[in-house]
């Protein structure tokens, strides 16, 4: 059984590197909708993180503020 529950875990870090590849993809500005249909399956809470780390680390830059948000690849 242990062997078995390995298979069906995703790779640790898996979620995130889908995100990532999702903004990598985007040009020009994005939403966090857009980034959601891109990646349906992780979860809002992860995906804003993400987002604070790149902007935290000079990859990304906020574009305004509540529903109309916008981000940019810098």
């Known amino acids: 059984f242990e062997n ?5 875990t995703s790779a ?4 995130t590197e889908m995100v990532l590849d999702a903004i990598s ?6 939403s966090i909708g ?13 995906m804003r993180r993400i987002l604070r780390q790149e902007r ?3 990859r990304l830059e906020f574009l305004g503020l509540g529903p109309q ?5 810098k």
Do not use: M, S, T
Request: with cysteine; glycine share 14%; hydrophobic share 35%.
């Open 12 to 15: 640790r870090g898996a979620k």
């Open 25 to 30: 993809r985007f040009h020009g500005d994005f």
């Open 56 to 58: 935290k680390a000079g």
């Open 34 to 46: 857009d980034l959601q249909e891109q990646c349906p399956n992780v979860g809002i809470d992860l």
């Open 69 to 73: 948000a916008r981000w940019r690849r």
């Open 4 to 8: 078995r529950v390995g298979f069906l």
